[in-house]
């Protein structure tokens, strides 16, 4: 039996609509915790996206310029000190974690696109997994309805 065979023999499908609305309830809590955190971490993802695309056009900025361009040198977000640019082909690059490396313009560019590339990639996967608990949550809700509104007639029956 082969590796797939055998997840495909322990996977179970289960019936919603055999599912007492307790449990159906908190199927569905889970569900949408899931969808919260999934969502929290696309838009991290997101953002992450977006500091490498600008990190990607200030490497060509930067390849425009010529060596003792005046040019302005963040200290924080929201502070610049004015400097020179001494040598363009040697940028100190974050590479995680707390450690910089040296390198030059063409190599941060491909450092960056790569991460960027690996992002995109995950942020994909992150996206389609959303949809699918969306729809799994959509579809729990629906049974939900049903065993609602089947309570409702019971109760006003037996009134």
Known sequence: ??????????????DLADLPMEQLQAVRQQIEEE???LTES????KLAQTKFNTNIECVNTV?????GANI?????????????LVNK???IVDVGTGYYVEKNLDDTKKFF????????????????SIISRQDQNKSIIEVLQ?????????RAKSK
């Open 35 to 37: 969808i919260q955190h």
């Open 89 to 91: 082909d040697k940028l």
């Open 63 to 67: 390849k425009k310029l010529d060596d």
């Open 113 to 128: 696109e790569k991460k960027n590339t690996f992002l995109k990639e995950n942020l994909k996967k992150l996206q389609d």
């Open 146 to 154: 049903v065993k609602l509104n089947e309570a409702q007639k019971e």
């Open 42 to 45: 696309y838009s991290a993802l």
């Open 1 to 14: 039996m082969s590796s797939s065979d055998k997840d495909k023999a322990t996977t179970t499908v289960i």
């Open 72 to 84: 302005l040198v963040p200290l924080t977000v929201s502070l610049y000190v004015p400097g020179q």
